[in-house]
């Protein structure tokens, strides 16, 4: 599922291929698919978004 890009042709995705309930976060470059977070809760802790 595509939740954004960072400029054309660059998206980011939720890869629920390897898990229905934690999908990894996937960013989308030149030479492939590249793993940002294993999941959503860390890709918000990556970028400061969680409370507390």
């Not at 390897?18 to 999908?23: F, V, W, Y």
């Not at 698919?33 to 400061?48: C, I, P, S, Y």
């Amino acid at each position: 599922m595509l939740i954004g890009d960072l400029f054309p042709d660059s998206a980011i995705a939720l890869d629920y291929r390897l898990s229905r309930d934690r999908p990894r976060v996937i960013h989308a470059r030149p030479q492939g698919w590249h793993v940002v977070a294993a999941d959503f809760e860390e890709l918000e802790r990556l970028l400061g978004l969680q409370a507390g």
